[in-house]
T-cell receptor, first 117, second 113 residues
């Protein structure tokens, strides 16, 4: 079974600085998708960024980028120029590319990010 | 385009009762999945429906059930509620295809007393 591990329960960053959130996963599959979701106090899960395992190029979305190391099964999220609105719980998630498993996201325990003004 | 809509947003039930939660997916999305979020267990997958058929199921007791209607709307039911069922229940929808992004609703907060 696949597992996702986020080893940092809490992180803190100064406004305008850069922070990296860690995520490792375990799988025997070769094709899958990885996601970072943000959950602010409103509790709605918001997609931050996604990565297809078959793509070597790291995904980027504005101030958010990932460092995807497939061999090491590592998927870290870098937030540049941190803003107060980035404060939230961040969840790393895995989804198999096997047909019929697409609805099953496997989440890590989350990292609570605080942004200091 | 409206997002994933869940009702009710908040509810309080007594142990032993049953509850039904509703989810309307984004228009055009035929896959609906449900997740339970608790402080202790984190986010856990309950089940997924596609075209009115349960396609995938997580490791939850039979008290947890769901269904999907022809318009893709979904309901989940929890019977014989236990205190441990208190949680945020999140519904998510996506377009067919494993490469498509899953979008979440705001959740239904269930408190069992």
């Amino acid at each position: 079974a696949q597992t996702v591990t986020q080893s940092q329960p809490e992180m803190s960053v100064q406004e305008a600085e850069t922070v990296t959130l860690s995520c490792t996963y375990d799988t025997s599959e070769s094709d899958y998708y990885l996601f970072w979701y943000k959950q602010p106090p409103s509790r709605q899960m918001i997609l931050v960024i996604r990565q297809e395992a078959y793509k070597q190029q790291n995904a980027t979305e504005n101030r958010f980028s990932v460092n995807f190391q497939k061999a090491a099964k590592s998927f870290s999220l870098k937030i540049s120029d941190s803003q107060l609105g980035d404060a939230a719980m961040y969840f790393c998630a895995y989804r198999s590319a096997i047909s019929g498993s697409q609805g099953n996201l496997i989440f890590g325990k989350g990292t609570k990010l605080s942004v200091k003004p | 385009k409206a997002g994933v809509t869940q009702t009710p947003r908040y509810l309080i039930k007594t142990r032993g009762q049953q509850v039904t939660l509703s989810c309307s997916p984004i228009s055009g999305h035929r896959s609906v999945s449900w997740y339970q979020q608790t402080p202790g267990q984190g986010l856990q997958f309950l089940f997924e429906y596609f075209s009115e058929t349960q396609r995938n199921k997580g490791n939850f007791p039979g008290r947890f059930s769901g269904r999907q209607f022809s318009n893709s709307r979904s309901e989940m039911n929890v019977s014989t509620l236990e205190l441990g069922d208190s949680a945020l229940y999140l519904c998510a929808s996506s377009v067919q295809g494993s490469g498509n992004t899953i979008y979440f609703g705001e959740g239904s907060w269930l408190t069992v007393v």
